[in-house]
């Protein structure tokens, strides 16, 4: 069984900073694509950001802003978000898929099939 946990969200002031961590059991994920997704309240699901080995994307929100990152030996992977905007409020969910899928595939085509349980992340003064 794939299992991703979620941690790291909280409250935080616009221009602020988190880091959130997304960990894997039950498979290694040095070997998937995976993907920091977001989904605010009426608003469709966003891919904010999605990595493997061979490829990066970030959404044009995020882009200079987000950065995703691994730990293959903890088998973590980590969203550091910076500078953030009430926008950014959303509850974020990791995920991961084959790493046939590029970055961008999985970011803005394809329909993960496993997910972590999410964390909210609410940007306000």
């Known amino acids: 069984q794939l299992h991703l946990v979620e941690s790291g969200g909280g409250l935080v002031q616009p221009g602020g900073s988190l880091r959130l961590s997304c960990t894997a059991s039950g498979f290694s994920l040095a070997t998937y694509t995976i993907g920091w997704f977001r989904q605010a309240p009426g608003k469709e699901r966003e891919g904010v950001s999605c990595?493997?080995?061979?490829?990066?994307y970030y959404a044009d929100s995020v882009k200079g802003r987000f950065t995703i990152s691994r730990d293959n030996a903890k088998n973590t992977v980590y969203l550091q978000m910076n500078s953030l905007t009430p926008e950014d409020t959303a509850v974020y969910y990791c995920?991961?898929?084959?790493?046939?899928?590029?970055?961008?595939?999985?970011?803005?085509?394809?329909?993960?099939?496993?997910w972590g349980q999410g964390t909210q992340v609410t940007v306000s003064s």
């Open positions: 995920a991961a898929q084959s790493a046939i899928y590029a970055a961008i595939q999985m970011c803005t085509m394809t329909r993960p099939p496993s």
């Open positions: 990595s493997n080995n061979y490829s990066t």
